[in-house]
């Protein structure tokens, strides 16, 4: 079964910079409207950047101006380029896309397993 991986979380002090990456576990013909979420301890996951259907990408107010998203559609793989970060970005951050396995099936969409991104003050 195809797995979203991300990678590239970790430890930074209040204003540094860190890259997400997401990928597929294997071999796919497409990632489609993949999305970024985040949740910290005791709050609801959220929506941090998305790429629309038609290539638009959307930020949450809170991240708009700081944050990135861009995608490589050779390597399917999306990436969160974050900057200027605040202790409040502190999160386990999630991938989600709908993972079009080969050009002629319907697409599924599924969850990373998280990657923790701390941000001390």
């Known amino acids: 079964q195809v797995q979203l991986v991300e990678s590239g979380g970790g430890l930074v002090q209040a204003g540094g910079s860190l890259r997400l990456s997401c990928a597929a576990s294997?071999?796919?013909?497409?990632?489609?409207?993949p999305g970024w979420y985040r949740q910290a301890p005791g709050k609801q996951r959220e929506l941090v950047a998305g790429?629309?259907?038609?290539?638009?990408?959307n930020y949450a107010d809170s991240v708009r101006g700081r944050f990135a998203m861009s995608r490589d559609n050779t390597k399917n793989t999306v990436y969160l380029q974050m900057n200027s970060l605040k202790p409040e970005a502190t999160a386990v951050y999630y991938c989600?896309?709908?993972?079009?396995?080969?050009?002629?099936?319907?697409?599924?969409?599924?969850w990373g397993q998280g990657t923790q991104v701390t941000v001390s003050s």
């Open positions: 294997e071999t796919i013909f497409r990632l489609n409207t």
């Open positions: 790429i629309t259907s038609g290539g638009n990408t």
């Open positions: 989600n896309a709908d993972v079009q396995a080969r050009s002629t099936s319907a697409g599924r969409r599924y």
